[in-house]
């Protein structure tokens, strides 16, 4: 119902741009995340934009390098990336929450709609 895309492969300092799509919703109906996992570690959040005013929220390790935004011509949303560092080195995913919950979740159990993933990986 979600994908993600825009992965691939970048030297460090570089930037990318993640773009998450739904199939079958208006996803500015939803609350979205963007997580991270890296392999042997855990998924973490590493940013969020509330549906009902676009504010978002990030994860500290990527504070002021990441920002994720919506476009409403596209209907995507999507996480653009800057000064990437080797330690971003993931699988990236797209979720969104039910709507009945508008604000933004750092636990993963919070969503309910996943991608599939797309793999960033930051050479030094």
């Known amino acids: 119902q979600l994908q993600a895309s825009g992965g691939g492969v970048v030297q460090g300092g570089g930037s990318l741009r993640l773009s998450c799509a739904a199939s079958?919703?208006?996803?500015?109906?939803?609350?979205v995340g963007w997580f991270r996992q890296a392999p042997g570690k855990e998924r973490e959040f590493v940013g969020g934009l509330r549906r009902s005013d676009g504010t978002t929220d990030y994860a500290d390790s990527v504070k002021g390098r990441f920002t994720i935004s919506r476009d409403n011509v596209k209907a995507t949303v999507n996480l653009q990336m800057n000064s990437l560092k080797p330690e971003d080195t993931a699988v990236y995913f797209c979720a969104a929450r039910a709507l009945a919950y508008s604000g933004i979740s750092y636990s993963t159990s919070s969503y309910v709609y996943w991608g599939q993933g797309t793999q960033v990986t930051v050479s030094s």
């Open positions: 079958g919703r208006t996803l500015s109906s939803y609350t």
